[in-house]
């Protein structure tokens, strides 16, 4: 059996190929919990508390100098507790033993960076960095407070389509009020250089609560 880090995540083999074990966390998740702010006649400024917790479990990983790679509205698990960033299947940023380690090739399209769909179009495989998942963080934020990908693309696109779009872009004009808005624009900038790092995103938000 090994181990990932403080991130308790077990992994091996058995006699059909190797297994993975991470913990079960209760809780809602980032979208679920946002569903009162996406409702018609709303207003898209949800509690910038439940943001910042969001960004902190992001933050405590990279830190380890760990990417997530599949960073989601549903990975994003919020409980009175505090938020768990769940579903380290595709992580990068340790030695990962040959038999458990694979190509990236990319998550849910809907929160994928420009960088990383445009590696996937050209060569079929990416690699996970923080600041691609700084994006996929700012891309959940905005579809979890408004219902709205961060990029248009119809509803039965494929794969290759919807990379596509991500990459010519721009992204949806961001409608959400306050902070936050202003926030997710600088998170979804389409150069990695120009983010902020999610230490950065931490201190705006707790500025602004």
């Given amino acids: 059996m090994q181990h ?4 308790h995540v077990s992994y091996g083999d058995w006699e059909h190929g190797t297994w993975n074990v991470q913990p079960w966390h209760r809780g809602n998740s980032l979208y679920d919990l946002w569903q009162p702010h996406r409702a018609k006649g709303a207003w898209p400024e949800p509690d910038l508390g439940e943001a910042l917790s969001c960004a902190e479990a992001v933050a405590a990983l990279h830190a380890t100098g760990w990417a997530h790679g599949d960073i989601q509205p549903a990975h994003l698990i919020i409980s009175h507790e505090g938020t768990a960033l769940i579903d380290l299947a595709l992580a990068q940023g340790g030695a990962i033993p040959a038999a458990y380690d694979f190509s990236y090739r990319g998550c849910l399209v809907h929160y ?7 590696s996937v179009l050209e060569t079929g495989t990416a690699t996970p960095t923080l600041a691609a998942d700084v994006y996929a963080v700012s891309a959940s934020l905005f579809i979890s407070a408004t219902g709205l990908r961060h990029v248009a693309y119809p509803d039965d696109a494929g794969r290759k389509d919807q990379r596509q779009a991500i990459v010519d872009g721009p992204h949806r004009p961001v409608n959400v009020h306050g902070v936050l808005g202003k ?10 250089a120009d983010r902020p790092n999610s230490a950065e995103v931490c201190k705006e938000l707790s500025n602004g609560r």
Avoid: G, Q, Y
């Fill in 183 to 192: 926030l997710i624009e600088a998170m979804l900038s389409p150069d990695p």
């Fill in 112 to 118: 994928e960076s420009p960088e990383i769909s445009r």
């Fill in 4 to 7: 990932l880090n403080r991130n």
